[in-house]
């Protein structure tokens, strides 16, 4: 099974300011028919299920705010999100969808400084 | 746009079945580019996949090997929508589940909190 570690466990952000989350697949999750990696970022709200945000490891999902972004490739991603609002408070998760299973990291809980 | 509406009971006994099922609009479950998958989450496991159904010319079945053996999943074309059913629950099984579609998963259903009671 690919392992998915994502650091950090929480981090706490200013309003406005940046947040950043990495992931760290254990091996490469390199899709060979379109040469883009597999990996997603998914937002998760309490009481809600996980929410799409990006996939092929930098494409938004239609509707996702442009201050999201995902970056990486190989084995080191990261999502981004330029501009901390108060309605991004919440846990996010990397996946990966290279092979099966289908495997999750372990999250990262965004809070307002 | 696909929506999918979970239903199913919220306790099951142990050494009992769960069985959930997830109705799909906006979709079709044969479709030959969509994938239906059940994921549960729970503190101590976190998100996990459990396994899907895909229609390519016929059915493809996936499951997580953790659950393989007491995992079925089935997909019914007359009433667009697919259903779990996991044998011989234990305590252990307790999660909130899920079933989404595609690979990147980009539709949910609400989620259905599951309790094995012991």
């Known amino acids: 099974d690919i392992v998915m570690t994502q650091s950090p466990d929480s981090l706490a952000v200013s309003l406005g300011e940046r947040a950043t989350i990495n992931c760290k697949p254990s091996?490469?999750?390199?899709?060979?028919?379109?040469?883009?990696?597999?990996l997603a970022w998914y937002q998760q709200k309490p009481g809600q299920p996980p929410k799409l945000l990006i996939y092929?490891?930098?494409t938004r999902e239609s509707g996702v705010p442009d201050r999201f972004s995902g970056s990486g490739s190989g084995t080191d991603f990261t999502l981004t999100i330029s501009s901390l609002q108060a309605g991004d408070v919440a846990i996010y998760y990397c996946?990966?969808?290279?092979?099966?299973?289908?495997?999750f990291g372990g999250g990262t809980k965004v809070e307002i400084k | 746009h696909v929506q999918l509406q979970q239903s199913g009971p919220g306790l099951v006994r142990s050494s009992q079945t769960l069985s959930l099922t997830c109705a799909i609009s906006?979709?079709?479950?044969?479709?030959?580019?969509?994938?239906w998958n059940w994921i549960r989450q729970s503190p101590s496991r976190g998100l996990e996949w459990l396994g899907r159904?895909?229609?390519?010319?016929?059915?493809?079945?996936d499951y997580a090997v953790s659950v393989k053996s007491r995992m079925t999943i089935n997909a019914d074309t007359s009433k667009n929508q697919f259903s779990l059913q996991l044998n011989s629950v234990t305590p252990e099984d307790t999660a909130v589940y899920y079933c989404?579609?595609?690979?990147?998963?980009?539709?949910w259903g609400q989620g259905t909190l599951v309790t094995v009671s012991s």
């Open positions: 989404a579609s595609g690979w990147s998963l980009q539709y």
């Open positions: 906006g979709d079709s479950v044969s479709s030959d580019s969509a994938a």
């Open positions: 159904t895909y229609y390519r010319s016929t059915w493809h079945y």
């Open positions: 091996q490469s999750i390199l899709y060979s028919s379109n040469n883009k990696d597999s």
């Open positions: 092929w490891a930098s």
């Open positions: 996946q990966q969808y290279q092979s099966l299973p289908l495997t």
